[in-house]
């Protein structure tokens, strides 16, 4: 992806963020105006990290997989499959390994440690889509680019898929409350608001489910989903974590090294250091 395409996606990014962020201000699913203006900073200060940590990767990211094309490598790369097979192909095993990553951040103590920055903001909103720990970015960029090399993934059908892939995050994390019957007719495909926001609930038997990105096939398939029918109210957050001085920037930058997940199995127990 080159500067430009890099620069016009991050414009399309942050468009659809303000564009979502007033269509949240006329019909809010959660009212609580307190937290929206309290999370905005710290969050928006997270998407800038965000998104210049991906420009970095993207720049490195394409200087590789060109370097790749040119020797043929990966499975694909000799393949006759038609242009647009093999980017849809392309899309879904993205997909499934942005699941396997995100699954993975829920699973493991240390991944779980840090993808609570995500998880801990009390109420859930186009900003809180990109507020990930820098270390997030770190884990989830290889579950993308190693997928792409090894099979030969044309470059651009990557590119195609991080541009959905955020728009499409976007939308699930939106403060609006979509039609339930239109909400469910699509969650038959693809993930959508009122299914993820189960996904940020305080209950661990919800938020350890509905992990999918852009298509719900692998929840489905991996037995992690959660229907997101009836919609409701959902208590956002992480106990513990409410507090004013828990969510500034500083924080939550800290907080992968505050405490520690006790368990896999019940990541969400959260055993506070003594210090």
């Given at each position: 992806?080159?500067?430009?395409?890099?620069?016009?996606?991050?414009?399309?990014?942050?468009?659809?963020?303000?564009?979502?962020?007033v269509?949240?201000?006329?019909?809010?699913?959660?009212?609580?105006?307190?937290?929206?203006?309290?999370?905005?900073?710290?969050?928006?200060?997270?998407?800038?990290?965000?998104?210049?940590?991906?420009?970095?990767?993207n720049?490195?990211?394409?200087?590789?997989?060109?370097w790749?094309?040119?020797?043929?490598?990966?499975?694909?790369?000799?393949?006759?499959?038609?242009?647009?097979?093999?980017?849809?192909?392309?899309?879904?095993?993205?997909?499934?390994?942005?699941?396997?990553?995100?699954?993975?951040?829920?699973?493991?103590?240390?991944?779980?440690?840090?993808?609570?920055?995500?998880?801990?903001?009390?109420?859930?909103?186009?900003?809180?889509?990109?507020?990930?720990?820098?270390?997030?970015?770190?884990?989830?960029?290889?579950?993308?680019?190693?997928?792409a090399?090894?099979?030969?993934?044309?470059?651009?059908?990557?590119?195609?898929?991080?541009?959905?892939?955020?728009?499409?995050?976007?939308?699930?994390?939106?403060?609006?409350?979509l039609?339930e019957?239109?909400?469910?007719?699509?969650?038959?495909?693809?993930?959508?608001?009122?299914?993820?926001?189960?996904?940020?609930?305080?209950l661990?038997?919800?938020?350890d489910s509905?992990?999918?990105?852009?298509?719900s096939?692998?929840?489905?398939?991996?037995?992690?989903?959660?229907?997101?029918?009836?919609?409701?109210?959902?208590?956002?957050?992480?106990?513990?974590?409410?507090d004013?001085?828990?969510?500034?920037?500083g924080?939550?930058?800290?907080l992968?090294?505050?405490?520690?997940?006790?368990?896999?199995?019940?990541?969400?127990?959260?055993?506070?250091?003594?210090?």
């Open positions: 992806m080159t500067t430009f395409a890099f620069l016009q996606s991050a414009g399309a990014i942050l468009a659809g963020m303000a564009l979502l962020s269509l949240e201000t006329l019909l809010p699913f959660v009212r609580k105006a307190d937290w929206r203006r309290r999370h905005r900073l710290p969050n928006l200060s997270l998407v800038a990290l965000t998104l210049s940590l991906n420009f970095a990767f720049a490195g990211a394409v200087l590789i997989s060109v790749l094309a040119e020797r043929g490598f990966g499975l694909l790369a000799g393949a006759t499959l038609p242009p647009l097979a093999m980017i849809l192909l392309g899309i879904l095993v993205l997909d499934g390994s942005t699941y396997a990553s995100h699954r993975l951040l829920h699973s493991l103590p240390p991944l779980w440690s840090v993808h609570r920055v995500h998880h801990s903001d009390p109420l859930v909103d186009v900003t809180t889509t990109t507020r990930q720990h820098p270390f997030e970015g770190l884990w989830r960029f290889p579950f993308i680019m190693t997928p090399w090894a099979l030969g993934v044309p470059v651009e059908a990557v590119a195609l898929y991080r541009g959905v892939s955020a728009l499409v995050a976007l939308t699930e994390h939106m403060n609006v409350k039609w019957p239109l909400d469910r007719a699509l969650s038959l495909l693809v993930c959508t608001p009122n299914m993820h926001k189960l996904h940020h609930s305080r661990a038997i919800e938020t509905n992990y999918g990105n852009i298509f096939l692998f929840d489905r398939v991996f037995g992690t989903f959660t229907p997101p029918s009836p919609a409701r109210c959902i208590d956002y957050g992480l106990a513990g974590y409410d004013a001085g828990s969510q500034q920037l924080a939550l930058l800290r992968p090294f505050r405490g520690r997940a006790s368990s896999p199995s019940y990541p969400h127990v959260l055993e506070e250091s003594s210090s």
